[in-house]
């Protein structure tokens, strides 16, 4: 710890510097080069330095939870990053999971202020900064496998915002200057060709703080090494869902490399690659190409959780079939890069329904256990063998390590890296409300302290209060995103409407003014249920950023004890099969109910809003060895008294049915 007391210490001095270059003096003799000025980022806004956003409200209950969960807990419970993790010198897995976990880890901690947490992180940040190869290679000597160091730079980044500690910056320029001279005779391959773009962010990161010319000459390198997601997104060829045979070289027609391209994660990771690429060719167009990734994927592949299916490849549109964990979070993060990049509201709009659906969803109440793959259409959590295109039996099993333990060490990053990204630097040196959840930012403005407080419940509920209170009074524009489904938003600053400031859904309303202490800014996004049609025209609902499911109850049964958690099963207590009578037209009079949002907030114990919609059951559409068949096309008949049906939170909903049939009139 006496590194991070030290790295404490010079926090002044970075902040001094700020994004310019580091001097040569910063470096090491061997490493010193004649710095230029700082290098400006095209991106359209800027990520505040990790520590500086605070969780609040029902956002820190949420990352306590995850705290008190496996997300503070696994290497107690986890051999693969307990203490002989290869990430802290011992003997034990060497590859990605050490450096997955506290990739999410780190963030967590220094949002909670948590000193067990920041001492578990800092055992990975010291091995890996104080045994550097002499060569400048980092981590395990047993494994020389580029794609977990690319993993280990993006905490070695996060870790340098938060404490300036000076021994990142050499380290990362030793280690990129080896990778530099290394790649032509041992180039990129397996995960680290589809996941180049993961490490070509922090080696741009890197080059806005030293200016480094041979760090031009990485980037480029590791584009030509890499696949070229941009062209395979312009020839789409993955249109239907993925087989098994496809993926067997042994059988006609197959051809195992292009797994790589069908992989879920792959892809997920690959939505950043436009943004990424932007940064250092400053090519307008490159915004065109990540909407259609993201585009293409909805076709093709898109659920109504946000996501896209790949249980663990494209897997298409049935919403029967899954999403895996850890493609969930890396699509957030790869969605996080590209909003930064290049500042579209629309993409903050995908990130928040990601977060508030998908996300939760996929763990328990308590987050001891999650998912490898969910199910937007989940009626049973158990030992099947349908309908993963790839995966094994247990793939939707809650537990501690369903399927294959890489979500287990991955999925800390979702909520940590969301957290990161509520509020970002943006234009004229001010500050930008990129999504929403309760926070406290301390930050600097035109080089005075400020600090806003944001109070809400959203997304359960449509208003936000922001405070913002300046040392002194500042003079910054604060842009605040109005989301897309958002019509008639409402703006007010201490009281009064501006009607100078557009408030336009799907932008930023600008409000320009000299800030006073204790300024308070209101919106309002009044939500109101709407359809969406997805697979066999099947309908989902939803209000604001919230997807809502129907519950058909829970049984849970342990199939097996797992250390201090287990894996579960799950089956339904009363029917799902149901057709709604709803449309796109009735659909803003649905009945809505709300109630206090609880402690755990995407619990089905703490609901704080439900829908009341009228259906009937539709005995035609059943389940096989456990799975909810195709949601049957077109409008159906039944004859079936009339209920009153409840639907929740998407989250909330372990099991769930999300895409209904439309009923007859």
């Not at 967590?108 to 091995?127: G, I, P, T, Y």
């Not at 939803?542 to 519950?551: I, M, Q, W």
């Not at 077109?634 to 372990?654: D, F, H, M, R, V």
Request: charged share 20%.
């Amino acid at each position: 710890m006496e590194a991070a007391e030290g790295a404490t210490m010079n926090r002044r001095t970075f902040l001094q510097i700020g994004t310019g270059a580091i001097t040569a003096a910063a470096l090491s003799p061997d490493l010193a080069f004649a710095a230029p000025p700082a290098v400006p980022s095209p991106a359209k806004f800027s990520f505040l330095p990790l520590g500086e956003i605070r969780p609040a409200g029902w956002l820190h209950r949420q990352l306590r939870i995850q705290a008190d969960g496996l997300g503070g807990h696994l290497d107690e419970c986890w051999p693969d990053v307990g203490p002989n993790s290869g990430w802290l010198g011992g003997t034990g897995e060497s590859w990605e999971r050490g450096p997955y976990f506290v990739d999410g880890l780190l963030p967590l901690a220094w949002q909670l202020d948590d000193a067990s947490l920041k001492a578990k992180a800092m055992r990975f940040m010291n091995w890996t900064l104080d045994h550097q190869a002499p060569n400048g290679m980092i981590g395990p000597a047993s494994n020389d496998d580029w794609w977990p160091r690319m993993v280990m730079l993006k905490v070695l980044a996060q870790y340098h915002d938060a404490t300036a500690d000076p021994r990142v910056i050499p380290v990362l320029t030793r280690y990129f200057h080896y990778q530099l001279d290394a790649l032509p005779a041992r180039p990129l391959n397996s995960w680290g060709k589809y996941r180049w773009q993961d490490e070509a962010l922090i080696v741009e990161w890197l080059y806005r703080r030293t200016g480094d010319p041979k760090l031009l000459q990485l980037a480029d390198l590791l584009q030509q090494q890499g696949y070229d997601w941009i062209a395979g997104f312009k020839d789409f060829q993955y249109t239907t869902p993925t087989t098994r045979a496809f993926l067997d070289d042994k059988q006609a027609g197959g051809n195992k490399a292009e797994g790589m391209q069908t992989h879920g994660v792959n892809n997920g990771q690959a939505i950043k690659a436009a943004a990424v690429r932007y940064l250092w060719n400053r090519d307008p167009a490159e915004q065109a190409n990540y909407n259609r990734q993201v585009a293409t994927l909805d076709r093709f592949h898109g659920l109504p959780n946000g996501m896209f299916s790949c249980d663990e490849h494209l897997a298409g549109l049935d919403p029967s079939h899954g999403t895996e964990l850890c493609t969930v979070v890396e699509t957030m993060f790869s969605m996080e890069v590209a909003l930064a990049a290049f500042g579209d509201p629309a993409i903050a709009d995908r990130i928040e329904k990601i977060a508030f659906n998908a996300l939760p969803g996929t763990f328990t109440d308590d987050m001891w256990a999650h998912q490898y793959d969910q199910q937007s259409n989940q009626v049973q959590v158990g030992l099947n063998s349908k309908p993963w295109t790839t995966n094994g039996t247990e793939a939707n099993l809650f537990g501690l390590e369903p399927n294959f333990g890489c979500c287990t060490a991955n999925f800390h990053q979702g909520w940590p890296k969301f957290t990161s990204s509520l509020w970002m630097r943006g234009p004229g040196d001010g500050l930008a409300a990129m999504l929403y959840a309760p926070c406290d930012i301390d930050t600097t403005v035109a080089g005075h302290r400020v600090h806003i407080k944001v109070e809400t419940d959203y997304p359960f509920r449509e208003d936000i209060r922001i405070t913002v209170t300046p040392e002194v009074s500042t003079a910054f524009p604060l842009h605040l995103r109005i989301p897309a489904w958002a019509k008639n938003a409402s703006l007010r600053v201490n009281g009064a409407s501006l009607p100078s400031v557009q408030i336009l859904p799907g932008t930023f309303a600008t409000v320009e003014r000299t800030w006073k202490p204790g300024d308070v800014v209101e919106l309002r996004f009044p939500m109101t249920p709407t359809v969406t049609r997805g697979f066999h025209q099947s309908l989902s609902i939803s209000r604001g950023p919230l997807v809502f499911s129907l519950d058909p109850g829970e049984s849970w049964v342990k199939l097996r004890d797992r250390g201090p958690t287990a894996d579960w099963q799950v089956f339904p207590k009363t029917p799902w099969n149901y057709a709604l009578k709803i449309d796109e037209a009735s659909a803003p009079h649905i009945e809505v109910v709300e109630s206090p949002v609880g402690a755990k907030p995407f619990a089905a114990s703490d609901i704080a809003v439900r829908l009341r919609v009228a259906g009937r059951r539709l005995d035609t559409w059943r389940s096989e060895d456990g799975v909810a068949k195709p949601v049957p096309p077109g409008p159906q008949p039944s004859n079936a008294p009339e209920e009153t049906l409840t639907l929740i939170p998407y989250a909330a909903a372990k099991l769930r049915i999300t895409a209904f049939p439309q009923l007859r009139p």
